[in-house]
C-alpha cells in the first residue's frame, strides 16, 4: 500500500479567496493607473478566469472582451508593463492584511507539518503574490512551511497544463499517488488530473458551479473543529473537518 507522503497547494482561491477583493482589485487600479479604462467587474472577472495568469487574462480580454481596443505595436511588452504594475498594487493591497487565509488552512498546515508530511505550492501566480499572502497570513518564516514553492512562469504553460504539478513532483522525486492536491477551480483539476494527482477541491464564489467529476472529494471549505465542512460530492465517512486522519482517509480511498 503506498503511503501519503506530501501536500501539493494550489494559493488563489484554494489558500484565501484572493482573486474577486485582491486580483480583481488590483488589475482595475493598474487599469486606472495607466490611462485605461477598462473595468473589470465582479460578473465580468468571473467569466476572465477561464484563462488562468494575469499577462495570459489581460490578453484573452482583448481577443474576447475589448476587440475594438487600439493595440500598441510591442503589445507583448505593454502587457508585461501592465502586469508588473498589477503585482505592485496586488502585494500592496496583501500588506494591508486585507485577505485572509480559508477556514481550516492555517491548522491543516500546521497539523500536516508536525505529523511529518511534507508540503508543497503549485500556483498559477507570481512568487512575489505567493510572498505576500503567506507573509501576512502565516508570518515572516512562511517559507519554512514549504519545502517547494512552484509558481508563475517557470513552466511554458499554466493550469489547466499538468505542467506545475509535474514539475513539482520531480523536484520532489514523489509519485502522484505519494501526494494529495488541493484545489478551488475546473483549471485547477484538470491540471492536477492529467498529473494524476487525487484532489480535495474546496469551492468558492467563483468556483462552485465547475464541474469537479473527477475529485476526490468537493467540500465548501476545509472547516475546523466546530464549524463543519459541507460535503458537496463524495463521501466524508464520520469526519466534519479535513484534519490529517481525514486526508489518509481520503488518500486510502484513492488509492485502495
Ligand atoms: C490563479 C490565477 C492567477 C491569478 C493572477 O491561479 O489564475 O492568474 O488570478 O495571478 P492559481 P498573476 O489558482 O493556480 O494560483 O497575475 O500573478 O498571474
Ligand atoms: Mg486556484
Not at 50 to 63: F, M, N, P
Not at 70 to 83: N, S, T, V, Y
Not at 96 to 102: E, V
Not at 164 to 193: K, V, W
Amino acid at each position: 500500500m503506498v503511503e501519503l507522503q506530501a501536500l501539493i497547494f494550489d494559493v488563489d482561491g484554494t489558500l484565501a479567496d484572493t482573486e474577486r477583493d485582491g486580483h480583481r482589485v488590483a488589475f482595475n487600479r493598474a487599469f486606472a493607473e495607466a490611462g485605461l479604462d477598462w473595468d473589470w467587474s465582479v460578473e465580468l472577472y468571473g467569466k476572465l478566469l477561464a484563462v488562468t495568469g494575469g499577462k495570459e487574462r489581460i490578453r484573452h480580454y482583448l481577443d474576447t472582451y475589448n476587440t475594438d481596443f487600439q493595440r500598441p505595436a510591442k503589445l507583448d511588452e505593454f502587457i508585461a508593463g501592465l502586469h508588473k504594475a498589477k503585482t505592485r498594487h496586488y502585494t500592496e493591497l496583501l500588506a494591508t492584511g486585507a485577505i485572509p487565509l480559508r477556514p481550516g488552512v492555517k491548522r491543516l498546515l500546521e497539523e500536516a507539518s508536525e505529523a511529518g508530511l511534507r508540503l508543497a505550492i503549485a500556483t498559477t501566480t507570481t512568487p512575489e503574490n505567493v510572498d505576500a499572502l503567506l507573509q501576512h497570513t502565516l508570518g515572516a518564516n512562511w517559507q519554512q512551511v514549504f519545502e517547494l514553492i512552484a509558481a508563475g512562469d517557470i513552466v511554458p504553460a499554466k493550469k489547466p497544463a499538468p505542467d506545475i504539478y509535474h514539475y513539482t513532483l520531480e523536484h520532489m522525486q514523489l509519485t502522484a499517488p505519494q501526494c494529495l492536491a488541493f484545489e478551488d477551480s475546473e483549471n485547477g483539476i484538470l491540471a492536477t488530473r492529467a498529473a494524476d494527482l487525487a484532489t480535495l477541491v474546496t469551492v468558492n464564489s467563483y468556483t462552485h458551479d465547475h464541474p469537479f467529476a473527477e475529485a476526490a472529494i468537493v467540500l465548501d471549505s476545509l472547516g475546523e473543529p466546530g464549524a463543519p465542512f459541507t460535503v458537496l460530492q463524495g463521501q466524508a465517512d464520520s469526519f466534519d473537518y479535513v484534519n490529517v486522519e481525514f486526508l489518509k482517509y481520503l488518500h486510502r480511498q484513492a488509492y485502495p
